[in-house]
């Protein structure tokens, strides 16, 4: 089954760290980029992050720049997003994603993970 499931949401304090993880299964993994996308209450979704096939170059959106890493494993068949400094405009819903093709730019593909909630609160 092709599929994406995310893990390592929750609850954190203004300032903490949570890492993201997602579980690819029913492709070939190291053959796509992959992404990180958010979803905060009464938003359109916006990217957060991509990573090329073989994790040699990556991007974040500014406003998770320096604070955010994204990596991946294809051994494993996980891309993770480590967030830290986490801020309370932050909270949304966080979905992995795969692209469409290998460069980290290449358009958006048809395939999301079901989504993990974030929430950054005190």
């Known amino acids: 089954q092709v599929q994406l499931v995310e893990s390592g949401g929750g609850l954190v304090q203004p300032g903490g760290s949570l890492r993201l993880s997602c579980a690819a299964s029913?492709?070939?993994?190291?053959?796509?980029?992959m992404s990180w996308y958010r979803q905060a209450p009464g938003k359109e979704r916006e990217l957060v992050a991509s990573?090329?096939?073989?994790?040699?170059?990556?991007n974040a959106a500014d406003s998770v720049k320096g604070r955010f890493t994204i990596s991946r494993d294809n051994a494993k068949s996980t891309v993770s997003l480590q967030m830290n400094s986490l801020k309370p405009e932050d909270t949304a819903v966080y979905f992995c994603?795969?692209?469409?093709?290998?460069?980290?730019?290449?358009?958006?593909?048809?395939?999301w993970g079901q989504g993990t909630q974030v929430t950054v609160s005190s």
């Open positions: 994603h795969r692209r469409a093709g290998w460069h980290w730019n290449s358009r958006p593909g048809d395939l």
């Open positions: 990573i090329t096939n073989v994790g040699g170059t990556a």
């Open positions: 029913g492709f070939t993994f190291s053959v796509y980029a």
